[in-house]
């Protein structure tokens, strides 16, 4: 489904990813883990379209699509969305009209047809619940003035309403208590399915706790420098990353 | 060819006092702003020196489409104004000449405000109608007044707004006009509330695209009064407006709201004065621009808290947004303050849209266009929220919506 070939990629000047490969097949659930600085959320804002960003090798390949010539909402209309670590506060925009407008665009683009204000509700009504969002919130601006872990909670509940193709997970974790971990966990294990897959990325193990990953990979110094399952990330949280880093200078060339 | 002056005083119904005759002295005795006059700096004549100023009014038109729950007063057009529905609680007069050495109206008399100001004069020389408004109870719902923009030459009209002690009003200014109305319209308008009175104004600006437009409010508001003030400027081709608030007692209150925005090559200056001269009264201010195209936007927003005005505590804040690299928007806010114990703050920014919040709503699938206008429109959704009437905020958020440039 998501296939990353050889990808290089260069901000202010500076490389970052340095050839970068990951296949990501439809209904697995990929954990990228890495530490500080070693391209994390680049590769999450390269993979949704953010500017500022200089592919100067390698392509991205989303169900046989060329993903980096398109523009970021054409992306979210072929399936991307991305969990921002930061999500943007915005005043004077409505989240529920927001969501509406960002649902209704992605169907227009699909030809399929838009929903009406009282087909939208029905379909929200259920996934708030799932993630403890009161209708409340709905009805504020998006984010604005919301704690870290609303603002969290609110990006897995837009990801339910999307229903993407390929969740992008960007630091989901950071800045959550155990509680609103659980929660944000829940809703993200809700949405598994055979036909989606999920790039998560942290740098904690904690998380993987709770969303259990089909592949562990640890992205180091802009490559991936190593990669296996659950257990990998536990031996990580054991060692920490330098463990990788000893690791590979002691391979056999 | 002659003057812009010229062609003003030309274009002028003929003088029918002695009033308008002197009027019409002045106004060629003062003339008009040269480029060095520092109250008109930002919007030079240049502008208007190429109105050719024709005699004529378009032929009678609907004009902008009505708003939702709204009763209409009375309708400034073609030099003329009709009365509409008049609801008890208020008397509507037409066709007053103005007595300018009465007591009763000195704020009209330009010696008195600003004897400088030659539109000022001009009005006085001769306009095409007036209407005096009094408000003599609490009149439920909301009352328009529109002011139709339909002339090809010079169109001058004057209104008179009194809200007497505990009454009030929701007042609806409504300026509109075809798009083909080239010429220039010079209105006045003053405004008194009396003590304890309470005035909410909404004043939507929406002349046709190519019209001229200048504008003096002069409001004063008595002690325990309020003025609720929420000003839209959307139409015109060149326009100023200068709105002056005195507060004259304690305990007066202001709440104002400006938005404006500008597209293509508008042009509109917004001059504001807030003078506490009393003390104990309060005013708080935001006023917000947006620009786009090669639109010029001028906001000079001035508090003056007067000597012995102490208590007073006073607010203006201006947010300005800038769509297009060709714009531009000068926001000035000013105080002057002469009283010893008071509370005052300013504040302005320039800005342009939120890049994470646009990639934020692209990211989401909404195309760069319309994440764009609905950041534009949020922008100014601080100042439609001040519109309590929720039938009527949602009509002039569409207006408004309608009106936003394109970046």
Partial sequence: MLDIQDLHVRVAGKDILKGLTLRVAAGEVHAIMGPNGAGKSTLAHVLAGREGYEVTGGKVLLDGLDLLALEPEERAAKGVFLAFQYPVEIPGVNNTYFLRAALNAQRKARGEPELDAMQFLKLTREKLKVLSISDELLKRAVNEGFSGGEKKRNEIFQMAVLEPRLAILDETDSGLDIDALRIVAEGVNRLRSAERGFLVITHYQRLLDYIVPDHVHVLADGRIAESGDKELAKELEAHGYAWVKERQIGAPA | ?407
Wanted: contains cysteine; glycine residues 10%.
């Fill in chain 2, 1 to 407: 060819m002659s003057t812009l002056a010229e062609r003003l005083h030309a274009a002028l119904p003929a003088a029918h006092d002695g009033i308008e005759a002197m009027a019409r002295q002045r106004f060629l005795e003062v003339g008009l702003p040269r480029p060095k006059t520092e109250a008109w700096r930002y919007s030079p004549m240049r502008a208007l020196e190429k109105l050719e100023l024709a005699h004529d009014f378009l032929s009678a038109n609907a004009g902008a489409a009505g708003l939702p729950g709204v009763v209409t007063l009375a309708r400034f057009a073609g030099g003329g104004v009709e009365q509409a529905v008049i609801p008890p609680g208020i008397e509507l007069g037409g066709g007053l000449d103005f007595d300018i050495d009465a007591d009763t109206a000195p704020a009209l008399d330009p010696a008195a405000t600003d004897p400088t100001n030659a539109f000022l004069w001009l009005n006085l020389a001769g306009a095409h109608a007036t209407l005096n408004l009094d408000v003599r109870e609490r009149v439920v719902g909301i009352h328009r007044l529109v002011v139709h923009h339909d002339t090809l030459g010079l169109a001058q009209y004057r209104m008179r707004v009194r809200v007497q002690a505990g009454a009030s009003l929701t007042l609806l200014l409504h300026h509109e006009g075809p798009a083909n109305a080239t010429g220039l319209l010079n209105l006045l308008s003053v405004i008194d509330i009396d003590e304890g009175g309470e005035l909410t104004l909404i004043r939507v600006q929406e002349v046709g695209a190519a019209a001229h437009l200048v504008e003096r409010s002069e409001i004063s508001v008595s002690g325990g009064g309020t003025l609720t003030l929420a000003g839209f400027e959307l139409g015109a081709l060149w326009s100023r407006h200068d709105l002056l608030v005195t507060l004259e007692g304690a305990e007066g209150r202001l709440e104002l709201a400006g938005l404006v925005a500008l597209g293509e090559r508008q042009h509109h200056d917004t001059r504001l004065q807030i003078t506490h001269a009393a003390g104990q009264a309060q005013s708080e201010t935001v006023w917000k621009s947006i620009a786009g195209g090669r639109a010029r936007g001028v906001f000079g927003g001035r508090i003056e808290v007067a000597a012995g005005a102490d208590g007073t505590d006073a607010r203006l804040r201006t947010a300005n947004l800038l769509l297009s690299p060709h714009a531009e928007i000068d926001a000035r806010p000013e105080l002057v303050i002469e009283a010893d114990e008071v509370q005052c703050a300013h504040g302005a920014t320039v800005g342009q849209i939120d890049e994470r919040a646009l990639f934020y709503l692209r990211s989401r699938g909404i195309p760069e266009s319309e994440a764009r206008r609905m950041l534009t429109l949020a922008f100014g959704g601080e100042v439609l929220s001040r519109i309590a009437d929720e039938a009527l905020r949602e009509a002039l958020a569409a207006r408004v919506a309608a009106h936003l440039p394109q970046g």
